[in-house]
């Protein structure tokens, strides 16, 4: 029987402190390589998706603020595609992640630059690509379900990483959390202390894309 921590702990209202202790412990720990659990189940639930869109709030937590910065947008996946967040304000009006470039179109001009995806990003495509077999050269994977509400950590091998001048940026956590077959919060935290927390809102999967919602999210 897998052990199912009480439900204070799925609660993403704060930084992911408590979430931490809850899931990454070795009692929840799991390897890919057991072709038969209740991951490869959910894994084999989220490859058949075409297409995602949602509402999302986002909160980002910085180590000098008391209070977090939230964001609204609509969000889509599109598999093969990229990853699209399309904000209601802030100075990025769009942004695309696709492979290792960062597509951003900026909220006052719709000026369009590419990037090298940085490291508040880097897992960001992968993780609504449910790509764990990817994701675990860098992380340990942890899960846990009960009924159809599921919890799924990963957490960085490495204790510490170095990012540009040695500071420490890259990733070191990521919390997601979901219910059936649908992904409804993600939470990462960076080692230098930043946090970010999606939550998606009235998610739709779909078969298919239109040229509509692919030229909106996806413009080119």
Same mark, same amino acid.
């Given at each position: 029987?897998?052990k ?5 702990? %799925?609660? %993403? /209202? /704060? ?9 990454? +412990? ?5 390897? $890919?390589?057991?072709?038969? /659990? ?9 490859? !058949?998706?075409?297409?995602v ?5 986002e ?9 977090p910065?939230?964001?609204r947008g609509t $969000?889509?996946y599109? !598999?093969?595609v990229?990853?699209?967040? $399309?904000y ?5 009006r769009?942004l695309?992640?696709?492979? !290792?470039?960062l597509?951003?179109?900026?909220a006052a ?8 995806? +940085?490291?508040?990003h880097?897992? %960001?495509?992968?993780?609504?690509a ?6 675990e ?10 009924? +159809?509400q ?8 490495e204790?510490?990483v170095?990012?540009?001048k ?11 959390q979901?219910?059936?077959s649908?992904l409804?919060?993600?939470?990462i935290r960076?080692a230098?202390g ?13 078969d298919?894309v239109?040229?509509t ?8």
């Amino acid at each position: 029987m897998i052990k199912w921590l009480p439900l204070l702990f %799925l609660c %993403l /209202s /704060s930084p992911l402190y408590s979430i931490d202790t809850a899931i990454f +412990d070795d009692s929840f720990r799991v390897e $890919l390589v057991e072709k038969s /659990s209740p991951l490869q189940e959910l894994l084999a639930l989220f490859s !058949t998706r075409r297409c995602v869109e949602s509402g999302f709030t986002e909160e980002r937590y910085f180590a000098f603020r008391k209070e977090p910065v939230r964001l609204r947008g609509t $969000l889509c996946y599109i !598999t093969g595609v990229g990853l699209s967040l $399309l904000y209601e304000e802030g100075d990025s009006r769009l942004l695309i992640f696709k492979g !290792t470039e960062l597509i951003r179109y900026a909220a006052a001009d719709n000026e369009r630059s590419v990037y090298p995806v +940085d490291a508040d990003h880097a897992y %960001l495509e992968s993780v609504m690509a449910f790509n764990l077999p990817a994701l675990e050269n860098d992380f340990n994977v942890y899960f846990q379900t009960e009924d +159809d509400q599921w919890l799924l950590g990963l957490q960085r091998r490495e204790k510490v990483v170095r990012g540009a001048k040695g500071k420490n940026i890259a990733v070191t956590s990521i919390v997601l959390q979901g219910k059936g077959s649908l992904l409804h919060t993600i939470a990462i935290r960076n080692a230098n202390g930043f946090e970010r927390v999606i939550r998606m809102e009235g998610v739709s999967v779909m078969d298919s894309v239109s040229n509509t919602l692919k030229q909106r999210y996806f413009p080119e």
